[in-house]
């Protein structure tokens, strides 16, 4: 699958501005290309608002991360955020900070440090629940396991489904990924 293809499936409400950030992992015969790759989407995307790296690389899997940085640094201005990431051992929630201490902990372990959740705008409510029950005991699932507020949750599953088939449907018929990603 083409790093194009994967935007598309995996990262419409990131690219529709409905969703802070999104994760996926790609196969690549060749890190070199795939950062080279990276580089030139982010030439096109950044003027708009976004920002793509890799946050682990592992064989021939990298876990591709693609943020909104606007809306990123805005969240981990929050100081409930700061404080629930501080006991992570994130030291500074400034965005190239945090994101660096991440990549840290991805490299840390075969694990998801569970506080990544917060990373794709998860609300903290879940992620905390979440990490507390052990992933148990949810009151519903869909892109996360909710602990909080379910109708929200299930309320942004389904925006977030919508938009993700309206813009295969628009990929499929010729928009590109830089047509489709709304300026933030």
């Known amino acids: 699958m083409s790093l194009e293809q994967s935007l598309i499936l995996h990262c419409a409400p990131t690219l529709a501005s409905l969703k802070p950030a999104s994760l996926f992992t790609i ?3 060749s890190p ?49 955020l700061a404080d629930f990431l501080s006991g992570y051992g994130y030291e500074d929630t400034a965005f190239g900070k945090a994101l660096g201490r991440l990549k840290k902990r991805l490299s840390e372990g075969d694990g998801f440090p569970h506080e990544i959740g917060v990373f794709l705008g998860y609300p903290l409510e879940d992620v905390v629940g979440f990490i507390q029950s052990g992933g148990r005991n949810c009151k519903c699932v869909g892109c996360w396991k909710v602990y909080g507020d379910e ?34």
């Not at 489904?161 to 928009?175: D, N």
């Open 27 to 29: 196969e690549t015969k």
């Open 32 to 80: 070199a290309a795939l950062n080279e790759e990276l580089r030139q989407w982010n030439r096109t995307l950044r003027p708009k608002g976004l920002f793509l790296c890799i946050l682990r690389q592992s064989g021939r899997n990298a876990l591709v991360y693609v943020c909104r940085m606007s809306h990123l640094e805005q969240m981990l201005r929050k100081p409930e």
């Open 151 to 184: 109708a929200e949750a299930r309320r942004k599953f389904a925006q977030y489904k919508k938009c993700s088939c309206v813009y295969q449907r628009l990929w499929g018929e010729g928009r590109s990924v830089a047509q489709l990603t709304v300026a933030a």
